[in-house]
């Protein structure tokens, strides 16, 4: 079976980074692949008036579905 620190080095080659930064108006969302660190992030724009969590999940299930 797995050792904890191998589980850890497993599951870390294969993720993503999700920054988040209020601007005015809205949210910025910066999505990174930690896979390929020469590739630049993709941004995405939330207003204020969108419901933050749903647009979150929206974007990141785009992201998954764009790697397959």
């Known amino acids: ?5 191998d589980e850890i080095t497993h599951l870390s080659g294969r993720g993503m980074s999700v920054r988040i930064v209020p601007a005015n108006g809205g ?4 999505i990174k692949d930690e896979n390929d660190p020469s590739r630049s992030s993709d941004l995405y724009v939330i207003s204020g008036d969108q419901d933050l969590g749903a647009e979150i999940g929206k974007i ?3 992201y998954y579905l764009k790697k397959e």
Do not use: E
Request: charged residues 0%.
């Open 60 to 62: 990141i299930t785009m």
């Open 27 to 30: 949210i910025i969302i910066g």
């Open 1 to 5: 079976s797995m050792g904890m620190l």
